[in-house]
C-alpha cells in the first residue's frame, strides 16, 4: 500500500492515508467531497456575495462559534472521558466550519472562538441541548443552500447540512455512555 494525500473540498485540509477517510478529519465533509489535491481550487472561495448570502453567512458563523464553544465547555468536564473525548473531536470539527464560513464571507475568525462556554451541567442535558443545536443548524444549513445563488456556497452549505446530521447520528450514540 502507497500513502497518498486526499484534500476536501469543502474545508480545503488535505489528508494523507491509504486511502480516503469515510469522512474529513477536519470538517466532517463525506468522502465524495475529498479527492486528489491536484484537483483543488482554493480560488472557489472566492464568491461574490448578495445581500442576503452574506447575511446567511455571518448567522452560519455565529452558529458555529457558539457550537464550537458549547463543546469546547462540554470538553472540559472530567467525569466521562469518552464523552469528553467525542466532544472535543466535535468542537475541533464545528471550529473549521466557522472558519470556513469566515473565509467565504472575507470576515476574520472570532476572537473567542477556542474559549469554552457554560454548559447544561449534566451530561444527558448537554447532550439534550447538543441535539437541539444540531437539528438547528442541519436545518438552517438546508434553508441556506436551498435559496443561495451562488454554486459554491450551495456546495458547502449543502455538505455542512449533512455533516451537522452525523452529528444528531453522534448525539444519539452518545446517550449509551451516560
Known amino acids: 500500500m502507497q500513502l497518498k494525500m486526499y484534500r476536501c473540498r469543502i474545508c480545503g485540509e488535505t489528508y494523507l492515508g491509504y486511502e480516503a477517510p ?31 448570502e ?12 457558539s457550537n464550537t464553544r458549547f463543546y469546547l465547555g462540554m470538553a472540559q468536564r472530567k467525569d466521562n472521558d469518552t464523552l469528553r473525548s467525542a466532544y472535543k473531536r466535535l468542537a475541533k470539527i464545528e471550529m473549521e466550519h466557522c472558519e470556513l464560513f469566515c473565509r467565504l464571507a472575507g470576515v ?28 438547528r443548524a442541519s436545518s ?18 449543502t455538505a455542512v447540512s449533512a455533516v451537522e446530521s452525523d452529528h444528531i447520528t453522534l448525539d444519539e450514540l452518545a446517550k449509551q455512555y451516560l
Do not use: M, Q
Open 54 to 65: 452574506r447575511a446567511d453567512l455571518e448567522a452560519s458563523i455565529e452558529l458555529e462559534r
Open 140 to 157: 438552517l444549513y438546508a434553508t441556506f443552500a436551498e435559496r443561495a445563488t451562488n454554486e459554491r456556497l450551495k456546495e458547502v452549505w
Open 108 to 135: 476574520p475568525v472570532p476572537d473567542d472562538l477556542s474559549e469554552p462556554s457554560e454548559t447544561t451541567g449534566s451530561w444527558a442535558s448537554d447532550i439534550e441541548e447538543s441535539l437541539r443545536r444540531e437539528n
Open 22 to 52: 469515510e469522512n474529513c478529519p477536519f470538517c466532517g465533509a463525506h468522502r465524495e467531497l475529498l479527492g486528489a489535491p491536484e484537483n483543488y481550487d482554493r480560488s472557489i472561495d472566492s464568491v461574490v456575495l448578495t445581500e442576503v
